[in-house]
């Protein structure tokens, strides 16, 4: 595990972001992601989550290791919100109600953003909102594998509720509310497991609809403009609606060895200017 680690409470606002969906510690893709980044003028890369921080084993250190490096090179710095697919034994601890990002001295320019932690860019206020259940779990160990801690604890709800005004969210998981193409609820859904197609069991479809429902509750309580996420491996931009009759623009984004295009999104200004592409 990484030796030291340094707490902030603010973030340098970049002079241009490239928001990224899932990596899934896949670093080819990464390096391709952070020199599209750099080709595209971007100084800062938020990533929404299934970034790569998985269990304290080799070939996690060696993504971490080469994802700074590279970083570094590009004078690019990379804040991330923690997906399911991390390694939530340890990111818990950083994930209390009032935590503050955290960056570790090995790999110092990754940075973690906690559940709930808000920060003013370009005049808006975003808050970041890691978790999400994964369907995978029947297949997975826990403590090795999956952690409870992926989801949303009731305390982190609470504290993402807070009061306050909060323009962007930035999460791994998206609200009930957006209709993202190709996931129906309550229909059936495989997945690739070593190579066999396996069917996610009911209990997890719900338990993720579960989930879907806490972060339905943030975007209710704080009404935000804009709403970005990964974990659907879809890329696609909806609306969502929330209590009260108003909406929330949502954005996804797909995966690793997809598209550029489909994996990333920039923007150069906050919600009341017109520059964002
Ligand atoms: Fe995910
Ligand atoms: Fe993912």
């Not at 109600?97 to 001295?105: A, I």
């Not at 229909?187 to 009911?202: D, F």
Request: proline share 5%; net charge negative; hydrophobic share 35%.
């Amino acid at each position: 595990m990484p030796e030291a680690i340094t707490l902030q409470s603010d973030l340098r606002q970049p002079e241009k972001l490239m928001l990224a969906g899932d990596w899934h510690g896949n670093l080819p893709w990464a390096f391709k992601a952070i020199h599209f980044a750099k080709a595209n003028g971007a100084d800062t890369i938020l990533h929404v989550g299934d970034f790569g921080w998985w269990a304290p084993i080799e070939r996690t250190f060696q993504f971490l290791a080469e994802v700074d490096k590279e970083l570094k090179t590009t004078g690019i710095d990379l804040l991330w919100v923690d997906g399911n697919h991390e390694d939530h034994a340890f990111w818990h601890q950083f994930n209390k109600p009032g935590s503050y990002p955290l960056t570790t001295m090995s790999y110092s320019s990754i940075t973690h953003l906690p559940r709930g932690f808000r920060w003013k860019w370009w005049g808006d206020t975003w808050m970041a909102l890691g978790g999400a259940h994964s369907v995978d779990r029947s297949w997975s160990t826990e403590g090795e594998t999956w952690w409870p801690g992926e989801w949303l604890q009731d305390d982190q709800l609470e504290y993402a509720m807070r009061p306050g005004k909060v323009d962007i969210i930035v999460a791994h998981d998206a609200p009930t509310n957006v209709t993202i193409p190709g996931i129906v609820p309550g229909r059936a859904i495989y997945l690739n497991i070593g190579g066999l197609k396996r069917r996610v069991p009911q209990v997890d479809l719900l338990k993720a609809e579960e989930h879907r429902a806490r972060i339905q509750q943030v975007v209710d309580t704080v009404k935000p403009v804009e709403f970005y996420h990964g974990h659907y491996h879809r890329a696609y931009q909806s609306l969502a609606r929330h209590e009260g009759g108003g909406y929330t623009l949502c954005r996804g984004l797909d995966k690793d060895e997809t598209t550029m295009a489909k994996n990333t999104h920039f923007i150069t200004g906050g919600t009341q200017d017109d520059d964002d592409d």
